[in-house]
């Protein structure tokens, strides 16, 4: 069974929207793809539209990390909260799999 990682505090960041707005394209993205395949379309061109929508989710995962490290990392070695640094190793480790 998987840890699960969790906080309990709440905070913004400066690119919420933006990461919002990404993951929704990402997601009509999919669903385009999606289509794609109940239609039989060429499987290279699916395959292309499916290695776009890892980049975009990537992509958007970058951003995250970005404003995490900015935002909760700084925070967390400010207040030696040193548990922040662990689940970000965990989370790293996860991201580039």
């Known amino acids: 069974m998987e840890n699960k990682v969790e906080h309990n505090h709440n905070h913004s960041h400066k690119n ?6 990404r993951l929704s394209r990402a997601i009509g993205h999919l669903e385009s793809v999606k289509r794609m395949v ?5 499987c290279s061109e699916v395959l292309i539209q499916v290695s ?12 995250i990390l970005q404003d ?6 700084v925070n967390a070695v400010e207040t030696g909260d040193e548990q922040v640094l ?6 790293i480790d ?3 799999k």
């Not at 919420?16 to 707005?21: M, R």
């Not at 662990?86 to 989370?91: G, I, P």
């Open 16 to 21: 919420t929207k933006a990461v919002v707005n």
């Open 38 to 42: 109940e239609e039989g379309r060429d």
């Open 52 to 63: 776009a929508v890892k980049s975009s989710i990537n992509n958007i995962g970058k951003i």
């Open 94 to 96: 996860k991201f580039v």
């Open 68 to 73: 995490h490290i900015e935002h909760c990392i």
């Open 86 to 91: 662990k689940d970000l190793n965990t989370a």
